[in-house]
């Protein structure tokens, strides 16, 4: 007999007091079944306020943990534990220590896109949607941005920071070209661009409108233009669909898919929550370093 997954995640998540999260560039199905959507940070800070016993995190490895670090005392799962990050992926603790210690005047402000490890030793983190807010308070002082140089870029660029970028970058925004961009506006002349500054800043530079995934589906959700070019990747676009139902979105390459965050399906979904499966473990030592760096973001954001 055929399961019926989305029946069956249902009733274990009533049986197990469990919630389901799921990333914006989630396969739709995935996007679905979920409790609560978002972005990644956002997931993990909704999460910690609710009274589940257990959280299904429908994303990657960082983000697991990073709801983990937010929420101790719960129970967190990742559908598919090989479900990485590259970018999270470049910078590694035992290079960022190396670098801390050849500079220790350095300021570190960490994008959240990083492992549990590598935020413990940051002094604050940032999201896409913050990061502009939380640079903003380091005017002046020596930084080093890890570990997406493209962001590093755009912030650096815009507030004429003293800061350094790691080398690090997303393979899926960072690869987007200029003639892309072209052609598209060429077949849509009436519609807007819109990007995710994990693009390369020429790229950035050719938008309507810049921001994080949610900044993007808000911005086309109150807009009054009926066309436009998505710039990243492309689980955002069954979301833009089901909220702006009458307006057209047209995805700027097919190359935009995260192949980590379209591993995860249905049957993972139900199986780590059957089976309690793919347990995510932040040692405690670090989980307050790296709490510490999101509380301090935290303090930035929520005045």
């Known amino acids: 007999m055929e399961i019926n997954f989305v029946q069956e995640i249902n009733r274990l998540k009533k049986e197990k007091n469990a919630i389901i999260l799921a990333h914006y560039y ?5 996007q ?5 959507l978002g972005d990644s940070l956002a997931l993990s800070r909704v999460a910690a306020k609710t009274d589940a016993d257990i959280i299904v995190f429908c994303g990657v490895h960082f983000m697991a943990e990073t709801a983990k670090i937010l929420s101790p ?16 992926e470049m910078v ?3 290079l960022l ?22 935020k413990a030793l940051s002094d604050v983190c940032v999201t896409s949607s913050n990061a502009e807010k939380v640079v903003s308070q380091y005017i002046g002082q020596k930084l080093l941005y890890i570990p997406d140089k493209n962001l590093g870029i755009y912030l650096r660029e815009k507030f004429n920071l003293d800061m350094e970028v790691w080398k690090g970058f997303c393979c899926i925004h960072n690869d987007v070209t200029k003639d892309q961009v072209i052609k598209e506006k060429e077949l849509h002349p009436l519609a807007q661009f819109i990007v995710h500054p994990e693009c390369q800043l020429e790229i950035v530079k050719m938008a309507d409108f810049v921001g994080s995934t ?13 066309e436009f070019i998505v710039g990243t990747e492309k689980g955002i676009i069954h979301q833009m669909e089901i909220k702006c139902p009458n307006k057209k979105f ?4 097919q190359n935009l898919s995260c192949f980590d965050m379209k591993l995860t399906n249905l049957e993972d979904v139900y199986t780590a929550l059957k089976n309690e499966e793919n347990v995510i473990e932040v040692e405690e030592s670090i989980r307050l370093k790296a709490l510490k760096s999101l509380n301090k973001m935290f303090e930035y954001t929520d005045n």
């Open 26 to 30: 989630q396969r739709p199905e995935v």
């Open 32 to 36: 679905d079944v979920a409790d609560y």
């Open 73 to 88: 005392n719960k129970k967190v799962l990742l559908p598919v534990k090989e479900a990485g990050c590259p970018m999270a």
């Open 92 to 94: 590694t603790d035992t």
């Open 97 to 118: 220590q190396k670098y801390k210690d050849e500079h220790p005047d350095v300021k570190v402000i960490c994008y959240v896109n990083s492992t549990a490890k590598v």
């Open 214 to 226: 949610k900044g993007l589906l808000d911005y086309v959700t109150k807009s009054d233009c009926q």
């Open 250 to 253: 047209y995805l700027l390459t």
